[in-house]
């Protein structure tokens, strides 16, 4: 792992009326750094999410996203991440191709750029024979490995991974993180959010929010060995009980 952040995060607060969703946590994440990002519903990940992701304004704080301030250079970051959500961001009513052409055209790729990704990729995931299949006909699993494929099109910086194996069988889920890692060792970090603890044995490090703040950021190893757990669900669930809001 190479030692450089490529995320910085000082003080970073969101405030909504008389509602803190995000109380001041500060964390740094590594180039090629898988790292996981946890807590339960009201917890606050995704208000931050967003805010890393330039898409809402912090109330206070300051943050860096692959170099960019958050407040001042929200384009440059959007461009120089990925993203997927549970959703998998497709569009259904598109093929397998159209949606790889439509979002490495919105990722600024030219167009050779775009015909050499389609190749690529089609034969990377074994979809040759489906690439003009549209993507509401696919199996589950492929749309998920589709939709990694198409946020990290134009290899980002950081790819930010909102609950990505949601619904997916374990099978599926343990070929996703294959691709996880690979994106990893070429290089691009990997923020991911997930609500499965044995994911969460994956990453690198492991941060845990309860009621806005940061109660806990270590390897998942270093995590059990504090709390005296055998597993991060353990872990996950001493902290989650100290929590006093829910959505």
Same mark, same amino acid.
């Given at each position: 792992?190479?030692?450089?952040?490529?995320?910085?995060?000082?003080?970073?607060?969101?405030?909504?009326?008389?509602?803190?969703?995000?109380?001041?946590?500060?964390?740094?994440?590594?180039?090629?750094?898988?790292?996981?990002?946890?807590?339960?519903?009201?917890?606050?990940?995704?208000?931050?999410?967003?805010?890393?992701?330039?898409?809402?304004?912090?109330?206070?704080?300051?943050?860096?996203?692959?170099?960019?301030?958050?407040?001042?250079?929200?384009?440059?970051?959007?461009?120089?991440?990925?993203?997927?959500?549970?959703?998998?961001?497709?569009?259904?009513?598109?093929?397998?191709?159209?949606?790889?052409?439509?979002?490495?055209?919105?990722?600024?790729?030219?167009?050779?750029?775009?015909?050499?990704?389609? *190749?690529? #990729? !089609?034969?990377? &995931?074994? =979809?040759?024979?489906? $690439? *003009?299949? #549209? !993507?509401?006909? &696919?199996? =589950?699993?492929?749309? $998920?490995?589709?939709?990694?494929?198409?946020?990290?099109?134009?290899?980002?910086?950081?790819?930010?991974?909102?609950?990505?194996?949601?619904?997916?069988?374990?099978?599926?889920?343990?070929?996703?993180?294959?691709?996880?890692?690979?994106?990893?060792?070429?290089?691009?970090?990997?923020?991911?959010?997930?609500?499965?603890?044995?994911?969460?044995?994956?990453?690198?490090?492991?941060?845990?929010?309860?009621?806005?703040?940061?109660?806990?950021?270590?390897?998942?190893?270093?995590?059990?060995?504090?709390?005296?757990?055998?597993?991060?669900?353990?872990?996950?669930?001493?902290?989650?009980?100290?929590?006093?809001?829910?959505?």
């Amino acid at each position: 792992m190479k030692n450089e952040p490529v995320i910085v995060v000082e003080k970073l607060t969101k405030q909504f009326g008389n509602f803190i969703a995000v109380d001041g946590i500060s964390f740094e994440v590594n180039k090629g750094e898988i790292f996981g990002f946890l807590g339960a519903n009201g917890a606050g990940k995704t208000t931050a999410m967003r805010m890393l992701c330039g898409l809402s304004i912090p109330t206070s704080g300051k943050a860096k996203v692959a170099g960019f301030d958050i407040y001042q250079q929200t384009e440059n970051i959007k461009k120089n991440i990925g993203y997927m959500s549970q959703k998998f961001s497709l569009y259904e009513d598109l093929t397998v191709k159209e949606n790889i052409n439509f979002y490495a055209g919105i990722y600024g790729l030219n167009e050779n750029q775009i015909k050499d990704k389609i *190749n690529y #990729l !089609v034969h990377h &995931l074994h =979809l040759q024979h489906q $690439q *003009n299949t #549209l !993507v509401k006909a &696919l199996p =589950l699993g492929w749309k $998920q490995k589709l939709a990694f494929s198409v946020a990290i099109v134009h290899d980002p910086a950081i790819v930010f991974l909102d609950e990505p194996t949601g619904g997916v069988d374990p099978v599926t889920r343990r070929e996703f993180w294959e691709m996880i890692y690979d994106a990893s060792e070429k290089g691009i970090t990997i923020f991911v959010t997930t609500h499965y603890m044995d994911e969460a044995e994956y990453c690198n490090r492991v941060s845990i929010m309860v009621d806005g703040r940061i109660e806990a950021l270590d390897s998942p190893k270093k995590l059990k060995q504090n709390f005296e757990c055998v597993s991060m669900d353990e872990v996950f669930l001493k902290l989650a009980r100290k929590a006093t809001r829910s959505e």
